[in-house]
């Protein structure tokens, strides 16, 4: 039901523009695996990542990884992107794994290469994923970090049990363990999905970012800096006893 689930993440304020934005077709876009559209009105703020590659149902090889990769080291350098939306543009799907196909024709260094770049590029992700699904293959061991996350997530036991097995699970079984925080009908058009992460995406656009709140709750603290009441309740508590403060 929903292996298209999308993820939201929610990116620190960067510092320059990326240089190509908006949602306007071209034809060099067009031949990307991944496209970055910029929201307007409304949603301006929110970013969209489109993974667009139908030959191989978005699945991860060099070329997507690498796109991928670049495009969010750009949109860490945008001071306008406060939310990101990834989403497929491949109907049914929303990344099948790896690249099995182009694996099996790579030499073990560059299989150890590329699976360390993989690992980068999912603890990226998983560090800021609002939302995301994780899915094993059968029969194959898992080497992007699955290992290690499922684990955090779910607890040994169960991880043990979903990575032996490789067990698939639909979006509602994925709630209820905890790995994806909503899952939601399908519709008509095959993206409810996107429309449950846009809606999420349109409610965190107004909070305060991480880097603005850590702004403020400086300027908080350096108030506090000078005042008794802050040497009173550090020598309480080296002396134990309850602080008397003052108001000063």
Do not use: W
Request: proline letters at 4%; hydrophobic letters at 45%; one cysteine or more.
């Amino acid at each position: 039901m929903l292996r298209a689930l999308t993820s939201a993440l929610r990116l620190p304020r960067p510092r320059r523009p990326l240089e190509a934005r908006g949602c306007a077709a071209n034809l060099a876009a067009a031949n990307r695996e991944i496209q970055v559209c910029a929201l307007a009105g409304p949603d301006q703020g929110i970013t969209e990542i489109l993974m667009n590659r139908p030959s191989a149902r978005n699945a991860l090889g060099n070329v997507f990884v690498s796109e991928l990769l670049e495009a969010l080291a750009q949109l860490r350098e945008d001071q306008q992107v406060r939310v990101l939306i990834f989403r497929s543009g491949v109907k049914g799907v929303f990344c099948a794994g790896a690249d099995l196909k182009e694996r099996e024709q790579m030499s073990e260094a560059e299989v150890g290469v590329f699976v360390q770049r993989l690992r980068g590029l999912m603890n990226e992700i998983a560090s800021s994923a609002v939302m995301g699904l994780i899915e094993t293959t059968r029969g194959l061991f898992p080497g992007a970090g699955g290992t290690q996350r499922l684990p955090r997530c779910l607890g040994v036991a169960l991880a043990k049990e979903l990575i032996f097995t490789g067990r698939r699970l639909s979006g509602a079984q994925a709630q209820a363990l905890g790995l994806v925080n909503h899952a939601v009908a399908q519709n008509e058009e095959g993206n409810a999905a996107y429309h449950r992460a846009r809606a999420l995406a349109q409610e965190i656009l107004p909070q305060v970012d991480i880097a603005s709140g850590m702004a403020i709750e400086g300027i908080c603290y350096a108030q506090n800096i000078p005042t008794r009441d802050r040497l009173e309740g550090m020598a309480a508590f080296r002396e134990k006893r309850p602080p008397r403060f003052v108001g000063e």
